[in-house]
C-alpha cells in the first residue's frame, strides 16, 4: 500500500500551489524491459537496436542484460565475435564460443553511468565467420544467429521523492514503475458543482494517463476518509470544509497561504 497523501486546497488543481507528501518508500523497485520480438541475423555484420526508457523519477542503482541466444553449430569460435554498446559506448565484447546450447543465457552488467535519463539505446552488434571466405559467409545461410523475446534489460532503481509541488503532477499517483495504480478523490460532504466538476475532470486526466495500466479511481466524501486513509489521496474542496486528517498535514505556513488567498 502506498503511504502518500498530497493536499489540493482550491476547486481546481490547475489553480493550487499547495502540496504535501508523506511517508515515501523508497526501497530498491526491479523492472524488466522484454524485447519486442524475436531478432534474426545471417551474414558476417549485423547490428540490432533495442530501446529503454528511464523515468525522470527514477535513481538508477543497477542494471543489466539477459542476452538469450541461439547460434549456427558451424560458427568460428576464433574469429566471431559479439559487442554491446550502450548509448554508443562499447560495455562488453566476447567470442561466439562453440557453445551449441540451444537459448544459451549471457548477463552483461551495464554501468549505471551508461543509462541516461529518458531514451535509451542498446545495440547487439555481432561478427560471425563460418569459414575463410568472407563473401560466401555474408550470404551463407548457415551463418546465422537469433536473440530471443525472451531476452530482456533489467533495471534497479529507487523512486525520488515528491518534492511538495504540484509541478510533478501526476507523479507519484502515476508512477512508470507501477503495473496498476489507484487514486481516492476526497470531496467535501456538502460539496459545490465547481468541487464535483472538478473532480471529474482530475479522475479523467489521471485515467487518461493510465490507459495502459490497471487503473482505479475512487470518489468519496470527507465523512468516509479513513476507508481509504492514507492510500492515495486527493482532496479537493476549502481549508474550512476539509477533515481534521487533511487539514492537519498543512504546515502554518501553507495555511497563511491559504488564508491570504481568501482576501
Known sequence: ???????????????????????????????????????KNIGVNSTESVFFTVDKKWEIQDGYLNLILSKSELINEDESTLTIVVNKTPIYSTKLNETKDYKETIRIPIPKENIIQGFNEIQIKTYKRISEKPCEDDINSANWIVFHEDSFIHLDFKE????NSLQDFPYPYIKESDIKSSVNIIIPDDFTEGEITSSMIISGYIGRLSQFKEFTCNLLKTSNINEVKNNNLIYIGSLNSAPKEISELLTEKE???YLKRQF
Open 160 to 163: 525520488l521523492k515528491d518534492y
Open 255 to 257: 495555511k497563511i497561504i
Open 1 to 39: 500500500m502506498k503511504k502518500i497523501v498530497t493536499l489540493f486546497i482550491t476547486i481546481s488543481i490547475i489553480f493550487s500551489h499547495i502540496a504535501f507528501a508523506q511517508d515515501f518508500n523508497e526501497e530498491i523497485i526491479g523492472k524488466n524491459f522484454h524485447f519486442t520480438q524475436e531478432i
